[in-house]
């Protein structure tokens, strides 16, 4: 079992520009959750997806957006890069509502 | 909106000491989790509380949520440099699957 993957594990943009985080979940998981955690704070939670659809979101404009595939796995978008973009995105889902959530390793994105 | 709220931000142990990083709210936490995350890792599941007044222990590590359900602790005996990290504990007081997180508080284990 891989556990949750996230790709690329790192990346630096240009403020303006838009980026394309991707996550598989582990498996037998079907809710994915995105979640921003700039440096020296606790994750921030983005959204959410479950069954295709953008079930919950968090304080969070919208240019930030996603998408959840048939087989789970999912993307975050961020338009329009600002430098308070920059922070480590994390994945994470959970084998049913409210119990462990399994992190991947993270995209460190950098916006210079 | 929900917050949670772990003290202290930082803490600076001698190996062999204890460590307690302590997780309030104002309003009451649904179930409250505790993470671990290493150094240039990721957030690692260590425990969930659900009950008023829970104590669980794993190994040198013990968890407590109060009886109000309004804060939690994790107390670690005689830390190893094992255990240098940020602990963070996590509410879905947010909503349904959805966890809201402390701001965590760092531990420096010197050998």
């Known amino acids: 079992d891989a556990g949750v993957t996230q790709s690329p594990t790192h990346l630096i943009k240009t403020r303006g520009q838009q980026v394309t985080l991707r996550c598989s979940p582990k498996?037998?998981?079907?809710?994915v959750s995105w979640y921003q955690q700039a440096l020296g704070q606790g994750p921030q939670f983005i959204f959410q997806?479950?069954?295709?659809?953008?079930?919950q979101r968090g304080n969070f404009p919208d240019r930030f957006s996603g998408h959840q595939f048939p087989n789970y796995s999912s993307e975050l978008n961020v338009n329009a890069l600002l430098l308070g973009d920059s922070a480590l995105y994390l994945c994470?889902?959970?084998?049913?509502?409210?119990?462990?959530?399994?992190f991947g390793q993270g995209t460190r994105l950098t916006v210079v | 909106g929900q917050q949670v709220m772990q003290i202290p931000q930082y803490q600076h142990v001698q190996e062999g000491e204890d460590f307690t990083t302590y997780c309030n709210s104002s309003?009451?936490?649904?179930?409250i989790q505790w993470y671990k995350q290493r150094p240039g890792g990721h957030p690692v599941f260590l425990i969930q509380?659900?009950?008023?007044?829970e104590v669980k222990k794993q190994k040198r590590l013990t968890f407590q949520f109060g009886e109000a359900k309004k804060n939690s602790s994790l107390h670690i005996t005689a830390t190893q440099t094992t255990d240098v990290g940020t602990y963070f504990c996590?509410?879905?007081?947010?909503?349904?699957?959805?966890?809201?997180f402390g701001a965590g508080t760092r531990l420096a284990v010197h050998p």
């Open positions: 997806y479950y069954e295709e659809e953008e079930r």
């Open positions: 994470a889902s959970s084998l049913a509502p409210n119990t462990e959530a399994f």
């Open positions: 996590a509410d879905f007081s947010g909503g349904y699957n959805k966890l809201i």
């Open positions: 309003t009451t936490l649904s179930n």
């Open positions: 509380l659900v009950k008023s007044g």
């Open positions: 498996s037998g998981h079907d809710t």
